[in-house]
């Protein structure tokens, strides 16, 4: 079969809720992959931060294929002997008291959003049902129904109704419209450290820091989702480390595993999380042994093969190649670490041509927002591969 008979047959039974460039991929190695024709492109996008450790790590592969030849799923109704070390190794790793293992980073939202609401109820005094969770603009979050509902985007919204009440949506890095925002029911404020799918958006130096005292003065949960930040894709383990915070709740995904498994989890202080009791929250495969075992050698890869070092370092040498762009209309280049943005001009229309140019070249990315072009490689990208994507985009975006 060739790429043309792939895509025929994805057109012609899948449901059409993306629309994907027209390569197919058929293996992957560090930062490159290879569609069914041979043909080899550097991966910029990283599956959306999902392989930070690049793609088929060897120690990853290993730590899935000899947990998979014991055992990988018993539930939650039973204990495994990977659950309590993968607690312990995550919370070290990251300082926290407690975690909550789920799936997918969609559900690890979810679950924090009935955890904080339990605890504004339980300790801090909020009426029943009247918990609010203050958000921000051109959040993104997930696809589930409460998600949307919360969303500025009305494409992902439109005909999806009605949604759950309860959430309040601000200014993104507008520490007074939090501040303003906040009622005596608010419990929680959810928030991107870098709003990655609104098109690398940074915040002010010190916003997150704001935020937190804020919070705190108010009584009021504190939660980064970090699920694309997160891991080592800013430079930091966490994005929170650029303000020199912990939040009280912490949500991490993609890169937990990376890209072998879904695996996500809510990281929390003792308190929050110790409103949760046996049967008021879980799921089938939150906390499998397979995932555990996958989880516990991503984070030690990321952590003993210098991955984070690197992804700032290397950032830094994307950034300023790209900075060096002639284009008249570009925007901003903007980034942290290895999450990088350059956005154009509205008069140089959307961006997506340019992708479908760099695929042509050997180079895959992804736009978002129409003007912006995201640049995520993983976090093993050398110096060598580093320059040769910059003078790729020269090529395309300069002429």
């Not at 695996?263 to 308190?271: D, F, G, I, K, T």
């Not at 093969?305 to 290397?314: L, S, T, W, Y």
């Amino acid at each position: 079969m060739n790429a043309q008979d792939f895509i025929t047959l994805e057109e012609s039974y899948g449901a059409h809720n993306y629309k994907p460039l027209d390569v197919v991929l058929s293996k992957g190695r560090g930062v490159w992959v290879w569609d069914v024709d041979g043909a080899k492109y550097m991966d910029c996008l990283a599956a959306y931060s999902a392989v930070n450790q690049g793609h088929c790590h060897p120690r990853i592969l290993q730590a899935m294929t000899e947990q998979a030849q014991k055992l990988t799923l018993t539930s939650r109704a039973f204990r495994n002997d990977q659950l309590g070390l993968f607690y312990k190794e995550i919370c070290e790793l990251t300082n926290s008291h407690k975690v909550l293992p789920m799936n997918t980073g969609a559900e690890a939202v979810e679950s924090v959003i009935k955890t904080v609401r339990k605890w504004g109820y339980e300790v801090k005094g909020v009426p029943d049902n009247q918990a609010e969770i203050i958000v921000c603009d051109n959040n993104f979050h997930g696809r589930t129904i409460s998600i949307v509902g919360f969303s500025s985007d009305h494409k992902a919204k439109t005909g999806f109704g009605p949604f759950p009440p309860g959430f309040t949506s601000i200014p993104f890095g507008d520490v007074q419209a939090l501040e303003r925002a906040i009622t005596p029911n608010t419990v929680a404020f959810l928030v991107e450290p870098i709003q990655g799918e609104a098109g690398v958006i940074i915040p002010p130096d010190g916003y997150l820091r704001e935020a937190q005292k804020i919070c705190r003065q108010n009584n009021v949960v504190l939660i980064l989702d970090e699920i694309q930040t997160g891991l080592g894709r800013t430079g930091k383990l966490l994005a929170e480390e650029h303000d020199g915070i912990e939040a009280d709740l912490t949500l991490v995904g993609k890169a937990l595993s990376g890209g072998f498994y879904p695996v996500s989890a809510v990281l929390s202080n003792s308190e929050v999380m110790g409103t949760l009791r046996p049967g008021e929250h879980g799921s089938t495969f939150g906390g499998n042994p397979l995932a555990c075992a996958v989880a516990r050698e991503a984070l030690k890869v990321l952590v003993q093969e210098g991955m984070i070092d690197n992804a700032a370092r290397m950032g830094q040498r994307f950034l300023d190649g790209l900075k060096t762009l002639t284009n008249p209309l570009i925007k901003e280049i903007r980034g942290r670490g290895l999450m990088i943005g350059l956005e154009f001009l509205p008069q140089a229309g959307p961006a997506r041509p340019l992708c479908i140019q760099l695929k042509k070249k050997g180079l895959l990315c992804k736009d978002t927002h129409g003007q912006t072009i995201r640049f995520a490689p993983p976090l093993v990208i050398t110096p060598d591969e580093v320059d040769w994507a910059v003078e790729t985009i020269k090529e395309v975006v300069d002429g």
